[in-house]
T-cell receptor
């Protein structure tokens, strides 16, 4: 069964460093998403992406964040200058984009900013 | 601010019992409603979705939606210890691409 994959599974970085989180959405899906979940808190929407552009973003998704689909399969989230409060699980999701709005999630990347 | 609220629990039920999980949402324009299961340290896993008022059954799971009351629930029949997890309610807003999430209800099924 097709699934969303994410790499790396864990990432430790120093405050102020740039990180890139990678995702491979399900191959025939058209919409891609990033969510994050700080330990013990709600899952939070960051951004949705369709047709090579951002379709919606949250107030969390400020100028330090960017997304890109560099080729036909990968979808990346870049954090330019990490802060301690960026420590969280980051989930990529994708959806088919027709009448089905169901979003399927990858296993997540646990980001720890020291 | 659009909100989704769930009782955090923990909800404890004996094996074989019915577990009832509830969720309310604030955005009356919401059109799509999802239940995900999340094991500790793992990603959300889709259990069910519902778009229309009423009940929707899938195996041991039944989702119930009442848009007038802005309420959605999940019933798990014949609960198993493997059902022990956190159940997340997520609501599609606006064009339904963005999901707003509840904090989740922790369910423990005791053998």
């Amino acid at each position: 069964e097709p699934e969303v994959t994410q790499t790396p599974s864990h990432q430790v970085t120093q405050m102020g460093q740039e990180v890139i989180l990678r995702c491979v959405p399900i191959s025939n899906h058209l919409y891609f998403y990033w969510y994050r979940q700080i330990l013990g808190q709600k899952v939070e929407f960051l951004v949705s992406f369709y047709n090579n552009e951002i379709s919606e973003k949250s107030e969390i998704f400020d100028d330090q964040f960017s997304v890109e689909r560099p080729d036909g399969s990968n979808f990346t989230l870049k954090i330019r200058s990490t802060k301690l409060e960026d420590s969280a699980m980051y989930f990529c999701a994708s959806s088919l984009g027709t009448s089905s709005e169901t979003q399927y999630f990858g296993p997540g990347t646990r980001l720890l900013v020291l | 601010q659009k909100e989704v609220e769930q009782n955090s629990g923990p909800l404890s039920v004996p094996e074989g019992a019915i577990a009832s999980l509830n969720c309310t949402y604030s955005d009356r324009g919401s059109q799509s409603f999802f239940w995900y299961r999340q094991y500790s340290g793992k990603s959300p896993e889709l259990i069910m979705f519902i778009y229309s008022n009423g009940d929707k059954e899938d195996g041991r799971f039944t989702a119930q939606l009442n848009k007038a009351s802005q309420y959605v629930s999940l019933l798990i029949r014949d609960s198993q210890p493997s059902d022990s997890a956190t159940y997340l309610c997520a609501v599609g807003t606006g064009n339904n691409r963005k999901l707003i999430w509840g904090l989740g209800t922790s369910l423990a099924v005791n053998p």
